[in-house]
């Protein structure tokens, strides 16, 4: 059997209980770069231990893609891909719109995620049979919204300063056709996009971690996500994300110049 919601929750609760008690709390940071500032916490690493724990002892023949921890059978059917704490300068900066991500992927494709924001007490979770949200709104199914034009969007990204060059020049001309464009929210942004809150996700430099637990979660509420160039977005890069086919074709028509 493969795991179902129930099993994502469990892997929820055990992330949580290493992430929230460590949020706001002063918790040690070290840097992961000698120039520059990638930061992993004590939160990231316990988590990522506690997730992997309970998935080698209930599916022992699934491989493992982690953020912290490394990577285990990677050519196996069925392949785990764990980021514990996704948006960990939010984490330390005591902002709650980090989260844990969770994805299962069956030959390479996304076909189970949950993203987990502890603090809210919202959990988003997608698979073939569509997305939930579960939290202080109650439970309800997911569904992206149809804004009609890309005019209308409401885009997020995590940061511009992400973008250099000729990215950067179609991010802004992307950012400015919109109605309404906001920063910083990491992964919490795609979750908002899968409840029908905003229209549009535009990021780079994405890594599979960063993506695996989020794709399930966007397609089963009905939107699209790809790369910049209309690929998978499994292996992470230039992404993408919409609530509608019209607001994507806008945008993808900028990014494919």
Not at 15 to 39: C, H, M, Q, W, Y
């Amino acid at each position: 059997m493969l795991p179902d919601r129930s099993f994502f929750n469990r892997l929820a609760e055990a992330a949580k209980a290493e992430t929230l008690p460590r949020f706001r709390s002063g918790t040690n940071v070290t840097n992961k770069l000698s120039s520059g500032f990638d930061p992993v916490t004590e939160g990231d690493r316990a988590a990522e231990t506690a997730i992997r724990a309970l998935i080698e002892a209930h599916f022992p023949d699934h491989g493992i893609l982690g953020e912290e921890h490394g990577n285990v059978g990677l050519d196996r059917e069925h392949v785990w891909v764990i980021d514990p704490i996704d948006g960990t300068r939010a984490f330390i900066s005591g902002v709650p719109v980090w989260g844990t991500l969770i994805g299962l992927q069956k030959n390479g494709r996304a076909i189970a995620g949950m993203i987990e924001q502890p603090f809210t007490g919202e959990r988003y979770f997608g698979d073939e049979n569509g997305s939930t949200y579960s939290g202080p709104e109650g439970e309800r199914r997911l569904q992206v919204r149809d804004c009609g034009a890309l005019s209308n969007a409401i885009l997020f990204t995590t940061s511009p300063h992400l973008f250099v060059g000729e990215e950067m020049d179609k991010y802004r001309e992307i950012e400015s056709k919109v109605r309404l464009f906001r920063y910083g929210c990491d992964c919490y942004a795609y979750a908002l996009l899968a409840a029908g809150h905003v229209d549009l996700v535009v990021e780079n430099s994405l890594k599979p971690y960063d993506v695996g637990g989020i794709i399930p979660v966007i397609e089963g509420a009905g939107g699209i996500m790809t790369t910049w160039d209309g690929g998978r977005p499994e292996n992470g890069g230039s992404i993408i994300a919409a609530g509608s086919r019209a607001v994507y074709e806008e945008a993808v028509e900028i990014l494919q110049r």
